[in-house]
């Protein structure tokens, strides 16, 4: 059930990187702010406020200095998502 | 129907008005600009996915100018993007620096007359921005007051001296533009997105930047056109109770307890109608129990207050089909209010095009559907043509009576054979040769249906571009006879040649003074100023510009398959001293001013 979730998450957070950033070169999963030239700081704040709407969650100032990548994106939704759904919010 | 002022719209994610904005290939030739003290961020991208949606092809380009480009943008958008549609967005800090969150002054040390100070030097430099942008359409937006940094020492719950001044200087401002033209938008209650605020210079949150975005495109750029006449039901709708079993002094149409919806109905209908609106009404009823005791009933509406009724036991849409007949428009531009959901229902199926509202049955409903009329017919100037429309269908009541008359009685009024049975009309046409700096004249191309060329509208930015093209022209003509005063009811743009050849481009004329010869006395007029030897065009059939085509035929004149028509000078001015001559009118050409167009 869990698996499904965090299944359902990531399909979510591609959507939401493949909406907002136009980069062919590298896969969705790998992006972070480092291999990509378009992540700059309008889609930083883009990605925030788009994971805000789509996930019905609040990030944390913590949360968006830490936002760096898609896997870091996963693991900051998964804690607020999961801990919202009743689970322990621990990283699978 | 939401709106911006009173409710919240549906949401678009920021991923999809992104995604939108980014799939928009726009081709540079129209723009709009959108000018802050402030980083726009993503009120700039709503407001482009807006208008994305709003035109699928030629799509505006959103320029922006945010934070720290305030006098850019102001300079930008009184030059180079002179005629563009402008959103200028003000901040509190405009007014003074020290009213930022953000800024490095003291927090409460501001007088009132620092902040007047530096407020007067904005108002000068805005009102001279605004004037030089004349003609375009220029937008204004203002930081609601709980944006501003708490200046003073009282609660939040209440406001001190110097919010108190900073407001009052804002309004007094804002007010002074708006007398210049500017257009001022009425935004949601705006909570400050702090947050963003301070990590982006942005004090929008999502939800606002969206709200924002639409409300200024559905006003910039409105979908439908404005409604020109409302037709109410009378039992029900126009007052409480039924006049057939409840007899005149049965019914309840307030000041008083259970009739003051209706009382504020009746008043906002009048309202209305002081602004252009023509009024009708349509009730399933006897006609001698309402129509000749409605008078004595001493209800803020008169039975003249209508410019057309019908009282029978007839369907109601057909019914409203023979009032929008003769009124002479065209059945999308009716709204309808009855209390009956079977009836809206079958006015609804039969009358194509036409908005149709239930009476409200609560109290609490009725101010949603003022909100909702007052936008169906909504007009940023009651122009004197507005004013003076009602008036004119109620005088054609009397023309026609007089020309009824004339022909039983066999005078000259009477005869049919073209247009010799206006001669005794004392028709009178002033023609304006100036007319591209007459508001009107873009107001009636951008309304008129029947008698309209190719069908295209020209929004304020297309048609300032428009004016500026060298050699353009544009003509209107304004219409009186013995019975009153039609006001400005035909326009005609296009662009003269050096080789003779007149180009016209767009061609209307107001339905409401079909059968005169007007379009006839432009026509031969213009060739006999231009010294033309042709006048061409296109014509493009829309589905509902028979008139137009049938005038083209009546001149023997054939529309090509690509849509081009074309007409000899000698034609031209035959078919113009015709109606002159039949209709014993006469024609006046104002001269052209030396300073041109504007």
Known sequence: MKDARVSDLVGQLEAIFLDLMQEDKVPVRSRSRVNCAGWDSLFQLHLILAIEQEFHITLSDEDMVDLNSFDCALKIIQEHVLLKDGCDGRIL | ??????????????????????????????????????????????????????????????LTFGYDQLVAGLMQTSSALKTAPALLFLSWEDLHNGLSWRSRAALGKLTEAEISKQGQLLKTRLMEWIQTRQG????????????????????????????????????????????????????????????????????????????????????????????????????????KGIIGEDGAEGIRFGPDEDGWPFHIFQKFLAKLRSEGVLLAFCSKNNHSDVVPVLDSLNMPLRLSDFAAYRCNWESKSRNILSIAEELNIGCDALVAIDDDQAELAEIQQRV????????????????????????????????????????????????????????????????????????????????????????????????????????????????????????????????????????????????????????????????????????????????????????????????????????????????????EWCIDRATALKACQTVLDQAKATARIVPYPTDGKT
């Open chain 2, 352 to 563: 194509p095009g036409i908005s149709a509202y239930r009476t409200p049955r609560e109290a609490r409903d009725w101010q949603h559907l003022f909100c909702t009329l007052q936008d169906l017919f909504a007009t940023w100037v009651v122009s004197q043509e507005d004013r003076r429309r009602a008036d004119t269908i109620a005088t054609n009541r009397a023309r026609n009576a007089w020309q009824a008359m004339a022909q039983e009685e066999g005078s000259p009024a009477g005869r049919t054979d073209g247009l010799a049975h206006l001669n005794g009309m004392n028709l009178e046409v002033t023609i304006r040769c100036d007319a591209f700096c007459d508001p009107r004249s873009l107001e009636l191309i951008n309304k008129t249906n029947q008698f309209n060329l190719t069908g295209e509208r020209l929004a304020q930015d297309q048609w300032l571009a428009w004016a500026a093209t060298p050699a353009a022209f544009c003509w209107s003509a304004r219409l009186q006879d013995r019975f009153g005063d039609f006001g400005t009811i035909c326009v005609v743009t296009g662009q003269t040649r050096e080789d003779g050849m007149v180009s016209v481009r767009q061609f209307v004329l107001s339905c409401r003074a079909f059968g005169r010869g007007v379009e006839a006395i432009m026509l031969g007029e213009l060739m006999s100023w231009s010294g033309g030897k042709w006048i061409r065009g296109q014509f493009r059939a829309t589905g509902r510009n028979e008139p137009a085509r049938r005038f083209l035929a009546g001149l023997d004149c054939a529309v090509t398959a690509d849509g």
């Open chain 2, 1 to 62: 129907m939401a709106y911006a002022c009173c409710a919240p719209s549906p949401l678009m994610l920021i991923r999809e008005a992104s995604k939108l904005t980014r799939s928009v290939k726009s081709s540079g030739a129209r723009k709009i600009a959108l000018v802050c003290s402030f980083e726009p961020l993503h009120l700039k991208t709503y407001v482009q996915a807006f208008v994305a949606l709003r035109f699928p092809v030629d799509i505006p380009e959103v």
């Open chain 2, 136 to 239: 375009a359409e220029t937008y204004l937006a203002v930081p609601p007051i709980e944006w501003l940094p708490l200046p003073d020492a009282c609660s939040p719950l209440a406001l001190g001296q110097t919010a108190l001044a900073a407001s009052a200087i804002m309004g007094e401002m804002v007010q002074t533009l708006s007398h210049l033209g500017g257009r001022l938008l009425r935004l949601p209650s705006l909570e400050l997105s702090y947050r963003d605020l301070l990590y982006a210079g942005c004090p929008l949150s999502l939800a606002a930047s969206e709200s924002i975005a639409q409300a200024f495109v559905r006003l910039a750029f409105p979908e439908t056109p404005r409604k020109k006449a409302l037709i109410t039901d009378l039992d029900g709708t126009l007052w």
